[in-house]
Nanobody, 114 residues
Framework: QVQLVESGGGLVQAGGSLRLSCAASGIIFSDAVMGWYRQAPGKRRELVATIASGGRTNYADSVKGRFTISRNNAKNTVYLQMNSLKPEDAAVYYC????????WGQGTQVTVSS
């Protein structure tokens, strides 16, 4: 059974930082494309960043230069370092694994106060 468990969300002031983590189990993590998505109230879920098995990364334009995605294959964990947070970054952040099919975590709330 595939499980993705996110952690690290919370409340932060604008300009602050948070680091999200997602621990995966039930997959060969090193073979999976991992990603972070987010969904704000009333909006569609959108891509934030992805990282391929070989380490190549892709970012939404809105987070380039502020967010960094990384992975530790030995720990089966993907991270999202979020710096210079803005109120518009507030959303539920979801971990995603592409491994034959798409798997999702339960989400973690990020709130940014202005």
């Amino acid at each position: 059974q595939v499980q993705l468990v996110e952690s690290g969300g919370g409340l932060v002031q604008a300009g602050g930082s948070l680091r999200l983590s997602c621990a995966a189990s039930g997959i060969i993590f090193s073979d999976a494309v991992m990603g972070w998505y987010r969904q704000a109230p009333g909006k569609r879920r959108e891509l934030v960043a992805t990282i391929a098995s070989g380490g190549r990364t892709n970012y939404a334009d809105s987070v380039k230069g502020r967010f960094t995605i990384s992975r530790n294959n030995a720990k089966n964990t993907v991270y999202l370092q979020m710096n210079s947070l803005k109120p518009e970054d507030a959303a539920v952040y979801y971990c995603n694994a592409m491994y034959g099919r798409s798997y999702w975590g339960q989400g973690t709330q990020v709130t940014v106060s202005s």
